[in-house]
């Protein structure tokens, strides 16, 4: 993925391939031809939460060539190697006017890039897509608009405000900024949604209360919808510039007036989920953690992931070169696959060789957990054996067979892990009258210490809760970063991570009932959810772990 300024030029696709326009010169001996122009899709990329993406949308993104945004955090919606070319500002640092911008997004279009503009909300309401748009008709460049969610009814559906009720038919969208209003007209008792409010939220509310509306009609006030930062204020015509300014509330924000405001308390069900607004840190890599983040997020949580050992292969390899040339020989019955990266590391192996999943051809396999037998399915086997019940080296050893001389005709296995694992299985499958090849097919060591600010957050207390999935978790990120702030809330995944959590001096507060990452998941939001109706039962606001500092949370 590669960043450019607005004015740079763009002579090619980003995949490095020639673009349209440039191989339309590749003609004969000195022949101009005229430069096929590129085609331009104006995207609505929603208010702010990714995940109201629209499903065309992500298709274009993924077929860019070249992605023009308008805010910085947008680039996080890229995921190919298109060119990202920001169209808020130019190199100089000023915003780009609307003419600057219709010429940057012509100006990529006329190399035969496929650009695709990412607009925020939707292309047509209240956005500079149509007179962009006019400008690519006018030079003749194709173009498509993907409507998107506009932060219009966004906004209120996240804060759990409907614009319409049974009682409230009606609604007036009234883009305030710095343009004069007259008030006046908008006098009844229709919902107002106001764009563009925040600085002039003082006149706007004497302005409807001189024309006619009750200083006491409900308002709220929403900043940056959609996304873990939302907060809202709820007020009233005759307070809301005052206690606006007291929350700190800042644009982007939409402020609704009317009588359907009240309905909040009943409907707000984005911000009362029970780990709203939590800064989570996840020990793991982003490729381990995907799931888990994306569960988390359904809880209302913004992940962090933070890398604590980084996998290498063996120091030895003539181990893992043995015992491939042994498995394609036929010298075993079985081979057990203990993690996801030791699915990594065979299948890393086999195509150093040449080899295949036919390889595995008559073999039994074997999967410590689902998402190691997940990892196998993404290679085209189905893994033969998986626990019933704990997910774990016990759990598989619980539903391994026995050896049967009459039955199996090999009674070895071929069992690939990493250089730091327990002798639970080996010890175990040997008591079954097995004999296990154990190879070491990955090394584990400390990654190195994550960013300056990181760390700080780790110590100061600015992460609400820290997930640990293994005792390595506990003892890398200690000795990487330090040790969680005594607010921070101990997330572990089983009783042997929890005991090294409390030899490292931390107090766990939440442990899963079995060893998965999504249990772990599910145990804080129950905790967080705990937590929330104590607050509500003792009269008290509701606030994060990492916005109050109890004396100590450590064990002595």
């Known amino acids: 993925m590669t960043i450019t300024t607005a004015t740079q030029d763009v002579p090619a696709t980003p995949s490095g391939r020639p673009s349209r326009a440039a191989a339309s010169t590749n003609g004969s001996k000195g022949s101009a031809r005229a430069k096929a122009l590129g085609h331009v899709s104006f995207v609505g990329a929603g208010p702010g939460d990714a995940s109201l993406l629209t499903v065309r949308a992500a298709e274009l993104l993924a077929q860019a060539d070249v992605v023009i945004t308008e ?3 947008q680039t996080a919606l890229v995921t190919t190697d298109a060119q990202i070319v920001d169209g808020g500002v130019g190199e100089d640092g000023e915003l780009l006017t609307h003419a600057a911008r219709a010429r940057l997004v012509v100006k990529h279009a006329k190399t035969g890039a496929h650009v695709v503009r990412l607009i925020s909300g939707d292309p047509f309401t209240y956005a500079t897509a149509p007179e962009e748009a006019a ?4 030079a003749g460049i194709g173009f498509e608009i993907v409507p998107g969610i506009s932060s219009v009814s ?3 559906a996240y804060a759990g405000v409907p614009l319409t009720n049974r009682q409230h038919r009606e609604y007036r969208v009234v883009s305030v900024g710095d343009t004069s209003v007259n008030w006046s007209d908008l006098s ?5 949604v106001l764009l563009s409010a925040v600085g002039r939220i003082a006149e ?20 940056v919808g959609t996304t873990t930062e939302q907060v809202t204020v709820v007020s009233t015509l005759a307070d809301i510039a005052a206690e606006a300014k007291a929350a700190g509330m800042t644009s982007p924000a939409i402020t609704v007036v009317g009588g359907v405001v009240t309905m909040r308390e009943a409907l707000s069900w984005f911000e009362t989920k029970p780990l709203y607004g939590w800064r989570i840190l996840v020990p793991r890599t982003k490729e381990q953690s995907a799931g888990l983040a994306a569960r988390l997020r359904g809880y209302g949580a ?9 996998v290498e292969p063996p120091r030895n390899p003539q181990q893992m070169d043995k015992a491939v040339r ?11 696959f203990t993690s996801v990266n030791a699915v990594k590391a065979v299948r890393e192996k086999f195509e150093e060789y040449g080899l295949d999943a036919r390889a595995f051809s008559g073999l039994k396999i074997a999967a410590v957990g689902e998402k190691t037998a997940e990892a196998i399915a993404t290679w085209g086997i189905r893994a033969d054996l ?5 997910q774990s080296a016990r759990g598989l050893l619980e539903d391994w067979p026995p050896y049967d001389d009459s039955l199996d005709p090999i009674n070895r296995v071929f069992l690939p892990r990493a250089d730091i694992a327990t002798e639970t299985l080996v010890a175990g499958l040997v008591d079954l009258g097995w004999e296990v090849d154990d190879v070491t097919a990955y090394r584990t060591v400390r990654a190195a210490p994550p960013p300056a600010p990181t760390r700080e957050a780790i110590k100061s207390g600015k992460f609400d809760a820290v997930l640990f999935t293994s005792s390595s978790t506990v003892r890398n990120l200690v000795g990487i970063a330090g040790k969680p702030h005594t607010s921070t809330i101990i997330a572990c995944i089983g009783p042997a991570t929890a005991k090294t959590a409390e030899e490292h001096g931390l107090r766990v507060d939440v442990l899963a009932e079995s060893p998965s990452v999504d249990v772990l998941a599910d145990a804080l939001a129950e905790f967080g959810s705990a937590r929330r109706i104590a607050f509500l039962e003792a009269g008290e606001p509701v606030t994060k772990p990492s916005q109050r500092r109890p004396s100590s949370r450590r064990k002595a």
Do not use: F, H, N, Q
């Open 154 to 156: 966004a906004v209120p």
């Open 71 to 73: 805010l910085p955090e």
């Open 302 to 310: 913004l992940s962090e992931e933070v890398p604590t050992i980084s």
């Open 135 to 138: 400008a690519c008709a006018k």
């Open 326 to 336: 042994g498995l394609v020989e036929g010298r075993y019955e079985w081979v057990a």
């Open 188 to 192: 009844g008792d229709d919902t107002l």
């Open 386 to 390: 998986v626990p019933s019940g704990e």
């Open 204 to 223: 706007v509310a004497d302005g409807l209360i001189a024309a006619g509306r009750s200083a006491e009609t409900p308002v709220a006030m929403t900043r």
